[in-house]
C-alpha cells in the first residue's frame, strides 16, 4: 500500500509582466485588465511528475537548486495544490518545510508550542501530554517562557523542529531542515527519524546531502528543471545526478578557462615572475613572455585520455602543453605550478630542478605532466604553465589560467589527501556505515 501518490503532477507558476496598478478600479479605468493583469509568461516548477512511496519506507528528492523539489514537498503537504494530475496521501502528515511559520514572536515559547501544535493537528491534551518531551528535545529548557522574538535563529528552528517532529505522524515531509543546529543536534534529528522509520512511519525526505540519501532512503528521485529524470535504486539515483553535475561544471570551467585564456594580455616580461617555481605565492592572473617559444594549447587529460575538468580525488590526471618554436633552441625549461582557489601553492616543478638539461627544441612539440595520483582534497584549483629559459627569462608564462575542479565524496580539509589507513586495537569498533 502507497502512502504517497503522485501522477502526472504539473505545477506551473505565472510570471507577470508589465506595469502593475494599485486598484482593480485603476486597471479598469486603464481598459487594459486583460492586457496587464494576465500572466505574460508562464514558469513550470514541475512537469509531469509520477512517483509513490510505499507505506512505511523513506523516499528521498534530489537535484539542483530550482529543480522543483520543495514544489513536490509543497503538494504533498497541501501548502499549494497541483497545476494537474493527482496526488493522494494517506495518514496524518506532519511537514518540516517552513518551521515554527505559525510562532508568534511577541509570547513565549511555551505559548507558540501549544499554537503551532493544535495548528499541526494536535489538541491541547495531546500538546500536554507531550510538552516536556518537545521542550527537552529543542534544548530550551531556560528559556521556553521567553518571548520567541528574544531566540537566535537556532533556537527558534530547533522549537519548530521539535514541535513537528513529536505530532507522530504518519506521513514526515522533511525538507532541508537538518542544519538547524549543532552536530550534535543534528544527530538528534537522525537518532528521530530513525525511531519513527522503525514504527512504520513514512518519510518524504528533500535534501541536498547525497550521503544521506544513500544511507537512509529505501528509494530515490532525481527531479531537474521540473522533470524526473531517474527513480529507484538510491546509489543508482545519486550516480547518475553526479554524473549530470560534473557534466554541468566541466561546461562551466571550459568556459571559465576559455574567457580566462582569452583576457590573457602580455606585459612587459620584466614585470612578471618568469620561473613558476621562483615566486610562487604572486598569485596575480595573465600571461606574458616574448613568444620566441610559445604555448599555443593546454589540456587537461583524465584517465582515459580524454580532456576534462573535473576529476576525483585519486585519479591520474595528466597536462598537455602544445607547443611552438619559432626557431630552433637549446635553452629551454618547462614549470608547472598548481594553486587551490585561494591562491595557495600546492605545489610547483619544473624540469630544470628535476635535472632535465635541455638540449634541443624545434618547430612543434608536446609537453606532458603526468600525475598517477591526484590526491588533493576536494574544491577548485588553478595552474601555472610556463617555458622559459634557464635562467628564468620567460618564452610564454600562463599564470592561473586553467581552473579545474577536484571531487570527492569524502569531506576532508586542508588541500593535500595521502595515501593512508586507519589501524586500531581490539576493544575499539565502529559501525560498517554512519546513519
Partial sequence: MNAIELTRVSKIYRRYSGRQFATLKSALLQLSLLRDLQPSETFPALTDVSFSVPKGSTYGVIGRNGSGKSTALKIVAGITKPTAGTVRVAGRVSALIELGAGFHPEISGREN?????????????????????IVEFAELQEFIDAPVKTYSSGMYMRLGFAVAIHVNPDVLLVDEVLAVGDEGFTHKCLDKFAELRRSGKTILLVTHSLGLVERFCDEALW??????????????????????????????????????????????????????????????EGRWGSREIEIVEVTLLDRTGQPSFVFHSGDAMAIRVKIHARQPAGDFVFGIGLFNADGVCCYGTNTFLEDMIPEHLAGDADATFSVENLDLVEGTYKLDVAVHKRDGYPYDYHRLLYTFRVKSRTHDVGIYRPRHRWTFSANVEFKSERG
Avoid: W
Wanted: charged fraction near 30%; aromatic fraction near 4%.
Fill in 223 to 284: 527531479l531537474d528543471a521540473g522533470r524526473a529524470e531517474a527513480h529507484g535504486d538510491p546509489k543508482r539515483v545519486v550516480g547518475a545526478y553526479l554524473t549530470a553535475v560534473e557534466h554541468t561544471e566541466e561546461q562551466q570551467l571550459a568556459e571559465t578557462t576559455a574567457r580566462a585564456v582569452d583576457a590573457a594580455v602580455p606585459p612587459a616580461a620584466a614585470e612578471r615572475p618568469a620561473d613558476p617555481t621562483s615566486d610562487m605565492f604572486r598569485a596575480t
Fill in 113 to 133: 508550542v501549544f499554537i503551532n501544535g493544535i495548528m499541526l493537528g494536535l489538541t491541547k491534551r495531546d500538546i500536554q501530554h507531550r510538552f516536556d518531551e
